[in-house]
């Protein structure tokens, strides 16, 4: 969704891999849908640092990877949206986690 209307879409930057380099931005848009920044540091992450608030979050703040881009919506629910390098867990669109490899 566009940033116009309350999305990330133009903050976007899609690497080679799939994954975005601006991850930290997607979750920053959801602040008021989260209850804190601290959920989204692995607890087993020792290179990155929980956040006390999203008013100095940064990509530092986050330990979890996000796929963006204009097929990340319910029409692809089998599409990979989140992913943890630590546990190699990955979170679908349709909301299901697998772990250890991808579906």
């Not at 929980?50 to 881009?69: E, I, K, M, T, W």
Request: aromatic share 8%; charged share 20%; net charge negative.
């Amino acid at each position: 969704m566009s940033t116009g209307k309350g999305g990330t879409l133009e903050l976007c930057d899609r690497g080679s891999d799939g994954y975005d380099r601006n991850s930290f931005r997607h979750f920053q848009i959801m602040s008021n849908e989260l209850n804190t920044p601290k959920i989204l540091v692995c607890p087993n992450d020792p290179s990155k640092h929980a956040a006390l608030n999203f008013q100095d979050f940064q990509a530092d703040n986050v330990s979890y990877r996000v796929h963006s881009g204009t097929n990340i919506n319910d029409t692809h629910p089998n599409e990979v949206i989140l992913y943890c390098p630590i546990h190699h867990n990955y979170g679908y669109e349709d909301g299901s986690v697998s772990v250890g490899k991808p579906k």
